[in-house]
């Protein structure tokens, strides 16, 4: 039978190399599980893996789309469903903790995401009727969101419409019969620490500030979606002078550190969960023993 396998952790935890090397040894597919690493442009920020052609669902959205459990959810079934008819193993990794337990668990509340053909039928509006009577519908339908989004951009207009038509009718997701493993990395809180500080001066020497000014220069703001990602708002800061550079790396690591304690706290009460323990080993070695009855 198939193995489906969640790598779980806090941030810096080492999460990335240990699934890699899970899929390595199962011959398994990546399944993104991390939310803002869906969004396409983010990859410094985000720690994004440098291997993407590994995995599903990184890079499927744009910062100003909106990305949850639900959709998350539905297209890791779809994934997972294809994966069991070939007998494959699929590794999902991510900090997200509430996605995979929702994949986990097959929650009953999943909302999916928007009908494609609905963007479709709004762009061809667009086109042949212009921008204004896509932003008097957006005010009946959604006065909140057409207080909070720039009205002349159509792009922003569209979405929000879309958001606002779309049934959001829950489905019960059901996955194949894997068998379910889930792992979470247990690594001491002063090297979780330690690493964070590291990663963010890292992030910044790579090219983080850049990356952030490329998507302003794209037209997205900190009211997007996907510019809710941890350090973001504080590079963005930095460029508007309001930070200087040493205090928007700062606030970042103070920001990441209070985020990797509430992935601990959340954690403690995840069901069905294994403690790894891999600080000074190999991640190869670990998955390569810890794998082995699955091998043929």
């Known amino acids: 039978m198939p193995l489906l396998v969640a790598v779980l952790g806090p941030t810096a935890s ?23 690493q869906a969004y ?9 893996p440098v291997c993407k052609d590994r995995y599903e669902l990184l890079d499927i959205k744009q910062p100003d789309e909106n990305y949850g459990a639900g959709e998350f959810v539905l297209r890791s079934q ?32 999943m909302v999916g995401p928007p009908d494609p053909s609905l963007r479709e039928r709004l762009n061809r509006r667009l086109a042949t009727d212009g921008l204004a009577p896509l932003v008097e519908e957006l005010r009946e339908r959604d006065p909140a969101a057409a207080t909070n989004i720039d009205l002349n951009n159509p792009a922003r207009v569209t979405r929000a419409l879309e958001r606002a038509l779309f049934s959001d009718t829950p489905r019960a997701p059901k996955l194949p019969e894997f068998e ?8 001491p809180k002063l090297t979780i620490e330690d690493r964070i500080v590291r990663r963010v001066e890292a992030m910044v020497q790579n090219g983080w500030v850049q990356e952030v000014r490329q998507l302003r220069e794209q037209g997205f703001s900190l009211s997007d979606p996907g510019l809710r990602a941890i350090g973001y708002a504080q590079m963005w800061q930095h460029l508007d002078g309001l930070l200087g550079l040493d205090d928007a790396i700062s606030a970042t690591v ?43």
């Not at 396409?40 to 994004?48: E, H, L, P, Q, Y």
């Not at 994934?79 to 990794?93: D, E, P, T």
Request: hydrophobic share 45%; net charge positive; aromatic share 8%.
């Open 254 to 296: 103070g920001a990441t550190t209070r985020y990797a304690k509430r992935q601990r706290t959340w954690l403690r009460s995840e069901p069905n969960l294994s403690v790894l323990e891999i600080v000074d080993e190999s991640p190869l070695r670990v998955a390569q023993e810890l794998f082995r009855p699955y091998l043929q």
């Open 78 to 109: 779809e994934i997972l469903g294809r994966l069991f008819s070939q007998g494959r193993h699929a590794v999902v990794v991510g900090g997200t903790g509430l996605y995979v337990r929702a994949l986990f668990e097959e929650y009953q509340q």
């Open 180 to 187: 379910k493993m889930k792992l979470a990395l247990d690594v």
């Open 14 to 36: 080492g999460k990335t190399s240990f699934a890699e090397a899970a899929a390595k040894v199962l011959g398994a597919q990546l399944i993104n599980a991390d939310a803002f």
């Open 40 to 48: 396409r442009g983010m990859d410094i920020g985000t720690a994004k």
